[in-house]
């Protein structure tokens, strides 16, 4: 059901712009960081020592394409067919709107790709090892999704979108932005629709129980409608040219019906040791989050040094009810005397943090970044379990989590040499407390220390390396620490509270290449964990019982190619291809397993006669191994699509596009090969459609809403249910 959820959940549509400090600082950083550029034209792709810059506004593409299109293009990052996005393969990363951590975009990311127009972006950061100075959260990277920012002129504009296909889902967006003398606003506002058959998927389930013999089989078919809506408000104030106020409020809420039926069978060989069929009745989820981000910047008269403060509060709540009803038994087992299953749950989540930054130049080539944080967060869970309306389990669960967090990096630039090097103290305070007694309250303290470090030599305006060092922590979230045990014909799930915190490394050795024609990046990386949070899974009493423990090892073993050749002014060709070795161990259950794992996409686009613009894409998409169970075989995809803008500057541009024109289903299949089960688990959808958009832009607006260059990111959780899980 998680998979299929995430098909149509949406995010934030486009944002608003740095403040004028961000661009002192650049032109400063530019001048003196010896990026590379390509003197013959504008540079799309730049090398930071911490970062690869896409730059959108060097892209004629980006004047008329949607941002899905053009994040394709952008070095180490994957989108498939779905709006899933990835860095170099891994897909548990942030996303960043100029250079502020974005949780509404983070949880929703599955369609902000068709919802921001990319005319509106200044460039695309991907951090891949972030540094001391952003928290210290277990992901995989970071894409910071930058605006244009211009300040000249007062002005308003907007932009209007319609989506639909012939699957039926419709999608509206609006974005509105105006300045008043000092005050900068921006917001939007976006709809979408799930509808059948694009909702739907047949599923099957074959499960071999390696102590009793048995073979477990389930055939069904799942059907999804509802909606998601996305609003966004943010404003700056410029108080005067030192000190700057923003403030941003953004939400999403969705609400899904669920419709299933199928069939399932307990065998034991040819013998049928019970059958039945099995219909969702009164089932649905529902979730909402909204987050509140106030700061205030000043700039001293010593130029590059910023002081910022910020205040975050995040809340967010999920709702989820299902239903089951079995009926025309075979065989009907003694131990299962009930007709209909019922869940209902609630997770509610609140946090609130503090946090102030401080950037301090030295001299030219020196600088110190140092910071402090303050956060609390508040996890609590719910629900209640019915057997025929008679309640057998209930739960009611409250985490909490203070952390108290001190930064200080050193940075060294010069011409050709660049250096940086940090370490970050983290102090947690855990507490638990079980207001059903179901288990005994408890409170943990924990410390860590994150190094940090890198180095980047630009050989020549062409040729850069760069080598870094990250170490990161990974907290667990709700979903894993909530003892609320979950049962049903089949399989038991519980979290486990006693969880601690977990140390995954990170080196990585990059090469980039520029020049007017052809770029490549190529980068080797490796991770590895020695605590991980780990799955366990065993046979309870004829059950699938599943739970998590600090069990795990983990090392992967990667490398990732880019590479955009440009023939000519009317072809692209864009290529990101990653791919690697990863092997999982669990001592405590003598197991390991080691697989390779591949992902990537290409994009082309050509312009045709009459400003028809033909794009083309493919991709695969393999899921990582995650424990040592199961694994996943790739999933291949591919589209086409056309494109013509209309009117002066472009204003209009009409779309018309079908997707994996040569497949009708697409199927997604995974295996559990070794544990006291073995399973295939087989998905099927549909998997071609044909969409079209017409989108308008009206105004000119010369201004953005200002953004402080350092605010507050929480990202530091794994197992937080994400809406589009």
Known sequence: MKKVLGLFLVTMAAGSMPSMADEKTDTLQDKHLGEVVVTAQKPVVKQKD?????????????????LKDMLKKVPFVTVDQDGNIQIEGKGNIRIYKDGKPNNSLTKNAKQILDAIPASLIDHVDVI?????????EGVDGIIDIVFKKNTSLDGIMGQVEL?????????????????????????????????????????????????????????????????????????????????????????????????????????NGSDVLYAFHENYDDSRQSYYNFDGKIDFQHLTHRHGEILTASYLLSTSNTHSQIGENYSDWIKRPPYYDYDRYFRDNDGRFVEHTLQIDWERPITLNHKLNFGAKYINRNNS??????????????????????????????????PKWSASAGLRYEYSYLKAEFYDGSADDYSRNLSDFVPFASVTYRMNDANTLNFNYSSRVERPGIDYLNPFRVE???????????????????????????NPKFMGSFNLSSSFNSDGIGLIRKDLDGKIYSTYGNIQKYN?????????????AKTNLTINFSGGWTKVENDELALSQSRWNWSGNMYLTQELLWKVKLNAHAGLW?????????????????????????????RLTVRLGVSNPFTQTQTYKNYMTQGDFTSKYVNERTARWISGSISYRFGSLK?????????ITNDDLVGQKKSND
């Open 50 to 66: 911490d970062r690869i810059i896409y730059d959108m506004k060097s892209d004629d593409e980006a004047k008329t394409n949607t």
């Open 128 to 136: 891949r090892t972030p540094g001391a100075k952003y928290d210290a």
């Open 163 to 267: 989506q639909t296909t012939d699957q039926s889902d419709p999608v509206a967006n609006i974005y509105l932005a105006g300045k008043r003398g000092k005050l900068d606003i921006s917001a939007n506002y976006t709809f979408v629709g799930l509808m059948a058959p694009h909702s739907e998927s047949d599923q099957s389930t074959e499960v071999h129980y390696l102590n009793s013999g048995n073979d477990y089989k389930n055939q069904f078919r799942q059907e999804f409608s509802g909606n998601a809506q996305i609003i966004g408000l943010e404003g700056s104030y410029d108080i005067d040219s030192l000190n700057l106020i923003t403030m941003s409020l953004n939400g999403f809420l969705n609400n899904v019906n669920i419709d299933g039926h199928g069939d399932v069978a307990m065998m």
């Open 381 to 414: 869970s719910d629900g209640k379990q019915e057997h025929d309306d008679v309640v057998f389990s209930t739960n009611d669960f409250s985490h909490i989590t203070n952390v108290a967090a001190a930064y200080a990096e050193y940075r060294f630039v010069s």
């Open 488 to 514: 049903d014909m089949t399989q038991i799930k519980e979290g486990n509270p006693y969880l601690d915190s977990s140390r995954p490394n990170k080196l990585t050795l990059s090469y980039t290449y520029l």
């Open 556 to 568: 992967n073993y990667a490398a990732s190619v880019f590479m955009r050749w440009q023939p000519s």
């Open 622 to 650: 393999q899921s990582p191994v995650n424990d040592v169970y199961s694994h996943g075989d790739p999933v291949f995809w591919h589209g086409i699509s056309m494109q013509r803008s209309f009117l002066k500057e472009d």
């Open 703 to 711: 201004s953005r809403v200002k953004k402080a260059q350092k605010t």
